[in-house]
């Protein structure tokens, strides 16, 4: 496994494995790796001739007050990890090469970029598709992979490539959760002991949004109510927000009648935690099963 830092060496590095005919999948990361990360990885694995895996924490995706600055790093552990799954470049660029002085060119989704973590973060997708564009840029892709844990991220990223008729394919993997639901997240290191346990309530509602669907609820104003009773038992819970919405608009949705996305964010003490579910109200899903 290399460690690639500079922009040209990438980029020829590609270039040559392009004229092997390698197809290569890209994994964008911002590092400090987990399972989450690592099921990714072997997925990709499988899938193509080439992994390279980007490991650049993003300031242009981080607000003022947010945790650009102490989100964690750990070059040496991710490299061990990589390197076990199978990794073959590990792209690991330097912020001032990415940005440099002068810099100034962003690329926007509209509309999707609005809601949810649009609302809260509000130039946080600009900088997320910025970065992605690049990379994208540097290393040509076939095909790139993203966790559906951050749901709205991916569906953006989707329809930058759809928009701008990019030939790459984008692979969207499964949530990857601890024992007991909470899904897996570089930030959950900041919990303490406590938090980390009031933390397994965000799954438990999004797992009582299902109940309550498949059981025939079809109002999300009911429901949000509901998941929103059960947050309430932990004072240290704050909620961000938690809608439902159309898979495919993202926009939400006033009665439950084909694919949604139910997304939440908390706060607990100052760690802010996403999770979501994609759910199918139950006449669909007896449809599916007949
Ligand atoms: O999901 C992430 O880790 C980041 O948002 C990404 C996609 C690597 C862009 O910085």
Redesign the pocket.
Known sequence: MKIINRIDKMKTYARIMKKENKLIGLV????YLHEG?LSIIRAARNQSDIVIV?I???PV?FGPGEDFEKYPRDINRDEELAKDCGVDIIFYPKKEDMYPEGFSTYVNVEKMTENLCGKSRPHHFR??TT??MK?FEIIKPDITY??Q??AQ?AYV?KKMIEDLNMDITMKIMPIIREEDGLAMS?RNIYLSESERKDASLVYESLKLAEGLIASGQANPKKIIKKMRDLLSEKPALNIDYISIVDTKTLKEVTTIEGEVLIAIAVFIGKTRLIDNIILLPSALLCEQKT
């Open positions: 964008p990361t911002m590092g990360h980007s650049f924490v993003n995706q900088g997320v970065v992605v990379l993203f966790g844990k951050d991220q990223i570089s």
